[in-house]
């Protein structure tokens, strides 16, 4: 079969053009039972669920309380608003759905229609994600050496027109290629749905390769770019509290770009090689950590944004008690408070290339 038919066949495209249908072909799976080829999983899927679910509630209110403050005139929070987004949309697939499918020993012929929605979100997500964190980076750049000519499209009505990028990218991804799909005898998200009488190469994503091969080598030249210039500021400007801030910064970006490190790297590897089954849940607790970490730095480290949060969700009275919060904090303090925002700022995320994914 043509190879770009086969992309359209199994993509979420084709899904809708056909009434919500999966591919005869591809997805069929009449006479399989998955319960009967999965495992139940209860206590790492209830880690999942359940860690999923803190990441969403601490998330959540945090992009709520920098899209309503004077951080949005900034280009990077209008980036950093739509990655957002897009980690959001990947903890429901990472982490609640992954833990929900654990617990219930899914896999693909389970719950077919919900596993291949969730996987086609998961997949699109991630890969829009890789695309906009290159942005992110770019700017971050722009922003540390204002010398750059690029520095033009974060300026006035041309940022809308540069972030569209990312978000055409990210539709392209949702829509139009294969999607990963569940399997609890993993805990993990392959492109293979593993029934019986397919070959597991009819399954492979180029698009999702070519965009790992090209984020990984993007973001490393962009991440090594950012620490040239961060060390030369730091030598040239001798205050402490820049010398501070800026190791605070180049510490949480590592940590960060460490968890897509992690996932990106067992997942190329598992494209080509037998992995076992403890390697691939590295992988995928690689790539949950790749996405919840980020509202861990906003909500731990960034004063601004938890300051907003506890205005957002505790109730004045009690506020007004205990002396916690202040409802200036987000409006009057916009760009002070961004050690832990910058962090992922600056942090580019590594892409995968995998037989499964992340």
Excluded at 160 to 178: D, R
Excluded at 225 to 234: D, G
Aim: charged share 10%.
């Amino acid at each position: 079969m043509d190879l770009l038919t086969s992309d359209l066949d199994q993509s979420f495209n084709f899904v809708i053009r056909n009434g919500f249908k999966l591919h005869p072909h591809f997805y069929n799976c009449t006479g399989v039972d998955g319960f009967e080829l999965g495992t139940r999983r209860q206590y790492i899927g209830s880690y999942f669920l359940a860690v999923g679910c803190i990441l969403l509630t601490i998330y959540i209110p945090c992009l709520i309380v920098i899209s309503r403050s004077d951080l949005m005139k900034s280009s990077c929070y209008k980036i950093m608003v739509f990655l957002g987004i897009l980690d959001i949309c990947c903890i429901l697939t990472n982490s609640v759905a992954t833990g929900f499918l654990g617990i219930m020993g899914a896999t693909f012929c389970s719950y077919p229609m919900f596993i291949y929605f969730m996987g086609s979100l998961g997949c699109g997500c991630w890969m829009g994600s890789c695309a906009t964190c290159i942005l992110l980076g770019i700017n971050r750049c722009c922003d540390v050496n204002q010398h750059l000519r690029i520095r033009t499209i974060f300026i006035g009505r041309k940022m809308y027109f540069t972030i569209a990028v990312p978000v055409i990218y990210t539709l392209y991804s949702l829509l139009f290629t294969k999607p990963i799909l569940f399997n609890s005898n993993y805990m993990s998200w392959f492109f293979n749905p593993m029934l019986p009488g397919h070959d597991a190469t009819d399954y492979v994503n180029i698009a999702h390769t070519v965009n790992n091969c090209v984020v990984s080598m993007a973001t490393t030249a962009i991440y090594a770019y950012l620490c040239i210039l961060l060390f030369a500021k730091s030598k040239h400007f001798r205050s402490e509290s820049i010398s501070k801030t800026q190791t605070q910064i180049f510490f949480q970006s590592v940590l960060i770009c460490s968890f897509n490190a992690i996932a990106a790297y067992i997942y190329v590897y598992m494209q080509f090689f037998y992995s076992p089954a403890s390697v691939v849940l590295v992988g995928q607790l690689a790539w949950q950590c790749a996405h919840g970490s980020v509202c861990l730095i906003y909500i731990t480290m960034n004063r601004t944004v938890r300051r907003g949060v506890i205005d957002l969700i505790v109730p004045r009275v009690i506020r007004d008690k205990t002396k916690i919060g202040t409802n200036r904090a987000v409006v009057a303090r916009p760009i002070l408070s961004l050690v832990g925002v910058d962090a992922k700022m600056m942090t580019t995320r590594t892409g995968t290339s995998s037989g499964t994914v992340f």
